[in-house]
């Protein structure tokens, strides 16, 4: 699969999402360093420090050796100190990076077998049963909201395979989300998950 046109699909996301930013000199976000940094800090370094990362203009900023590829699925322009995960980066395999190119060109994901995605930095939110919504929040139910932590993804190959797994995100057990679409996936939080949204921890 073309990287360059998976980058492109998913900049799309970051065009949309985020305020023009006219200023061609270079940031300290947009600098190699801060990037390989930032993007590969998605992933437990055994996999981030040998992963393929692609900078937000969609070149290949350094080539990886395990077949795992980090990137950020929106822009983030706004200084070096901010949190990276303003920058909702992800490290995928071969299949996830296969199931985000077709989200983004709104096809149906076709893999080879299931596909997995790291987000140790988190996410910015999203409507857990309703798919582009990201940073909807105005647009969603409050109790349908999550901004996640640290999690793990796993992109069925089967999508049917999720049909019986709840989709709860309060419990601290995996959960699904986009459950009824073709996009639907599998979360797996892990320690600091709920550091973002509190409200959703498990009560005692």
């Known amino acids: ?48 420090d040998f992963a393929t990362v692609m900078g937000s203009d969609g070149t290949i900023i350094r080539e990886g050796t395990n077949g795992w590829t980090c990137l950020a699925f929106t822009a983030n322009m706004m200084g070096e100190s901010m949190d990276p995960r303003m920058a909702t980066p992800a490290c995928m395999d071969s299949n996830a990076m296969a199931w985000a190119d077709a989200y983004m060109n709104q096809s149906d994901p076709k893999l080879a077998t299931d596909g997995w995605a790291w987000m140790i930095h988190g996410d910015t939110g999203a ?62 939080p892990v320690s600091g998950y709920y550091d973002i949204q509190p409200q959703s921890a498990p009560r005692k």
């Not at 065009?15 to 437990?44: C, F, M, R």
């Open 127 to 188: 409507d857990n049963f309703r798919a582009y919504s990201e940073g909807d929040k105005a647009g969603t139910d409050p109790e349908d909201w999550i901004e996640s932590g640290a999690h793990l993804m796993l992109m069925p190959k089967d999508p049917k395979s999720l049909d019986n797994t709840s989709t709860d995100f309060t419990t601290g057990s995996p959960y699904v989300m986009f459950k009824g679409t073709p996009y639907v996936h599998l979360m797996i």
């Open 1 to 48: 699969m073309n990287s360059k046109i998976i980058i492109s699909s998913l900049l799309i996301f970051s065009v949309a999402t985020l305020v023009a930013h006219n200023d061609h000199s270079e940031t300290k976000t947009s600098s190699a360093k801060w990037q390989i940094d930032a993007y590969t800090g998605a992933a437990p370094d055994f996999i981030g």
